[in-house]
């Protein structure tokens, strides 16, 4: 489950070039809860559940902001933070079997967008090239996407759900 958002070309190139899953058609995104329900399991009751999660959650802002890595991966930072780590809390309220990233993930949530990972890490331009140049941008996050991997590898998108109820256009 993500958040889909899209970066300026410059970064989308780099993320196309350096993280493997894109090349198999997962768009830039902030990850909510990773792995999540297997696709033969995603049935009404689960959507009814993100639905009604999603509800409780008001569409809003946040911007990408630069540069910033982990260990194995470079990623763009995003503020606030708070916005994301609140909804993926949320959500995983409602899923506890599939906390993010695995049960056997140690770590606080860190809201971001990867954009290299693996050998890139270690290159200087992946951090200090032009591509960041165009940043900080912003971005809304107005619903949240399913995304499922197919049988021949490839992720496509199974729901997008919105977030809010339905009428109201507050801004946040």
């Avoid at 696709?39 to 630069?66: C, Q, S």
């Avoid at 331009?125 to 619903?143: D, F, H, I, K, N």
Wanted: hydrophobic share 45%; no cysteine; proline share 10%.
């Amino acid at each position: 489950m993500i958040v889909r958002t899209s970066l300026p070309p410059p970064l989308e190139r780099l993320r196309r070039a350096s993280i493997a899953d894109a090349a198999a058609a997962v768009p830039a995104h902030l990850t909510l809860l990773y792995p999540f329900v297997e696709p033969e399991r995603l049935d009404r009751a689960v959507r009814e559940l993100l639905a009604n999660v999603a509800a409780t959650i008001e569409p809003f802002d946040y911007r990408l902001t630069g540069p910033a890595r982990f260990p194995d991966t470079v990623y763009v930072a995003v503020e606030p933070n708070e916005r994301f780590v609140a909804l993926q809390a949320a959500f995983g309220l409602a899923f506890p079997a599939f906390p993010i990233y695995g049960p056997d993930w140690a770590f606080e949530f860190v809201p971001h967008v990867s954009v290299a990972e693996g050998s890139a890490v270690i290159d200087p331009v992946t951090l200090e090239g032009a591509a960041w140049r165009s940043l900080p941008q912003v971005r809304r996050a107005a619903r949240i996407d399913v995304i499922v991997r197919d049988a021949g590898g490839r992720w496509r998108t199974r729901w997008r759900i919105p977030l809010g109820r339905p009428g109201r256009s507050a801004r946040g």
